[in-house]
């Protein structure tokens, strides 16, 4: 299964990032990864394929990874930033080059995500 998510996660990054975003405000293109814990509900990090791509792309060295999830707290992975609970308006996901929903986890609105602009790449890899 998790051979199937880095998979459809690779298919979707492409380089037509933005170039001028990734080369006039930062480095590496921002990549939030929504959705750490196990499934809907739980904080388990135990085979979370939220967590195996959080740390892949991590591991890449291609990207800034950053994780939300409201019920994992920051100590659960303390390597890894986590984007505050309360940070979750279109501005605020704007400011990711991409956003990777691995678990519509309780507490976020998924509404918010079809709001953002183009610009921000939004990819889904949890069930409908």
Do not use: E, H, Y
């Given at each position: 299964m998790r051979m199937f998510?880095?998979?459809r996660l690779a298919s979707f990054f492409s380089p037509s990032l933005p170039l001028?975003?990734?080369r006039v405000f930062r480095k590496k293109p921002r990549v939030l990864v929504v959705g750490i814990g196990f499934k809907v509900g739980q904080?388990?990090?135990?085979?979370?394929?939220?967590?195996?791509?959080?740390e892949r792309l991590s591991m890449s060295g291609e990207v800034e990874a950053i994780f939300a999830d409201t019920l994992v707290s920051q100590g659960m992975i303390p390597h890894m930033p986590r984007r505050g609970d309360e940070?979750?308006?279109?501005?605020?996901?704007q400011a990711s080059d991409?956003?990777?929903?691995?678990?519509?986890?309780?507490?976020?609105d998924s509404g918010v995500l079809h709001?953002?602009?183009?610009?921000?790449?939004?990819?889904?890899?949890c069930r409908q």
């Open positions: 998510f880095l998979l001028a975003r990734r904080s388990t990090l135990s085979n979370s394929p939220g967590l195996d791509v959080l940070v979750w308006t279109m501005q605020d996901l991409t956003v990777i929903v691995t678990v519509r986890q309780v507490g976020f709001a953002i602009p183009s610009s921000t790449k939004i990819a889904c890899l």
